[in-house]
């Protein structure tokens, strides 16, 4: 059982804000960011799932919210067709319950700015985007200094095979990746993988994986991931 967090945070709250979240790195890294160093205070992370169909970041809900047990945050999950309308409506009616949420933080690196930029716009919300234009090799080394942990748990089959899944985020994955195709993009920016974070700064529990299962399904490789523990 982990009795401490080493993520260090200043008294003076700046706003209430919501975190985008897929339970992966760029997420949970942004989320950091902002917490310890734009002094905002999250209230809840984000889940959107897709309706239409199964995408990278598709993660079993219950681990989601597993994790968001083991960091302190509630977690919200949502179904949708357009995720900028329901954007728009799950802030909307938070507000009006009285939330009083005043900004937005993303994971992105590169891409979906215009998207980001209309939905705080219409919400009249703060945009905050701590990895923007960052380099993604020093995100993720600064990620891996920071003493986060996470795993691969999807890849693009034409890129990657499935003796990727699961492995940890480390330098060694980092110094793998860019042997094996420089043309991948070391945050996996562009959906090439997606990572599923089990411990760090922010957690009071680690997350175990128990047990898994490696699936091939619509061009990509998934780890299910059935059974864990908070430990």
Known sequence: MKTETTLTLNKTKKGKVVVSWTGGKDGCFACYKA????????????????MKRRGSHEINPELLSAQSQAI?????????????K?????????NEGGAGIEGAVFGHIETHR?????IC???DIKLILPLWKR?????????????????????????????????????????DLRSFHKRIDPCGEFGEYHTFVIDGPMFKNRIRIVESEKILKDGYWFLDIPKYERI
């Open 114 to 118: 215009n998207l980001v930029d209309r």
């Open 121 to 123: 716009s219409d919400l």
């Open 86 to 94: 329901e954007f728009k409506r799950v802030v909307r009616e938070l």
């Open 35 to 50: 917490i310890s160093e734009g002094n905002f205070d999250v209230a809840y992370l984000l889940n959107f799932r897709d």
């Open 72 to 84: 302190g945050i509630p977690i919200l999950h949502i179904d949708f067709m357009s995720y900028e």
């Open 135 to 175: 380099g993604s090799e020093q995100i993720i080394t600064d990620f891996i200094d920071a003493g986060f942990e996470a795993i691969v748990v999807s890849v693009k089959a034409d890129l990657l095979g499935k003796e990727w899944l699961g492995r940890k985020i480390d330098k060694e994955f980092v110094s």
